[in-house]
């Protein structure tokens, strides 16, 4: 069983920095699609940023050129540098792996969360 650890959230000031880590326990890190969401009270859980066990990067267009999605295939950790953050950015962060095993079923991890607050 996969088990998925989201560590390096906090408080920050609008235009600040954070890099939210993942740490994955098993043996499918390598193989598995990452991703980060994100979801605030009252609304749906949002894809942030994903990469694929290849290294292709897709990004939700509001964090395009402020966020960078990475992975260390050796540490099985995925990363989530967040740059210039906005006040619209606070919610809680979820890592989530993803492996698929037919065209139309796959088996999906989700870590506990961290949680981002932004200051105006």
């Known amino acids: 069983q996969v088990q998925l650890a989201e560590s390096g959230g906090g408080l920050v000031q609008a235009g600040g920095s954070l890099r939210l880590s993942c740490a994955a326990s098993g043996s499918i890190f390598s193989s598995s699609n990452m991703g980060w969401y994100r979801q605030v009270p009252g609304k749906q859980r949002e894809l942030v940023a994903s990469?694929?066990?290849?290294?292709?990067?897709v990004y939700k267009v509001s964090v395009e050129g402020r966020f960078t999605i990475s992975r260390d295939n050796a540490k099985s950790t995925v990363y989530l540098q967040m740059n210039s953050l906005k006040p619209e950015d606070t919610a809680v962060y979820y890592c989530?792996?993803?492996?698929?095993?037919?065209?139309?079923?796959?088996?999906?991890?989700w870590g506990q969360g961290t949680q981002v607050t932004v200051s105006s």
């Open positions: 989530n792996a993803y492996q698929r095993i037919r065209s139309d079923y796959g088996i999906e991890f």
């Open positions: 990469i694929t066990s290849a290294g292709s990067t």
